[in-house]
């Protein structure tokens, strides 16, 4: 089992990195639920893919997708994966607005 510390978690509760306990950092999709800042997972080993991380501290299942792994630093800082940054609000699209000109 790998020990991971949740050190970042998206605005809109898709994506978390995490530092695992080698000290390098990994950003995963979260398919069931989000674990809270700073809580503490267990579960597989750091791989592109599906994988299952629990909550030391509550015993809640994740069901996670792992998209980058193995950083030495936070591995897309305040950009956030994709350029989506990882506590910023939500986008909104304007695509329906009406020009009132």
């Known amino acids: 089992m ?29 398919l069931s639920g989000t674990p809270a800042a700073n809580a503490t997972l267990i579960g597989d080993k750091p791989h592109l893919g599906f994988g299952m991380l629990a909550c030391s501290l509550s015993g809640r299942i994740f069901r ?3 998209e980058s792994i193995s950083h030495a630093g936070l591995s897309f800082g305040r950009q956030g994966l994709h350029g989506i940054a990882p506590n910023a609000p939500a986008a909104v699209s304007h695509s329906s607005a009406v020009n009132a000109t």
Do not use: P
Not at 5 to 25: A, H, K, P
């Open 2 to 30: 790998h020990k991971y510390r949740v050190v970042e978690r998206w605005s809109d509760g898709s994506r978390i990195e995490l530092r695992c306990q080698t000290g390098l950092y990994h950003v995963v999709r979260v």
């Open 64 to 66: 996670v997708i792992f």
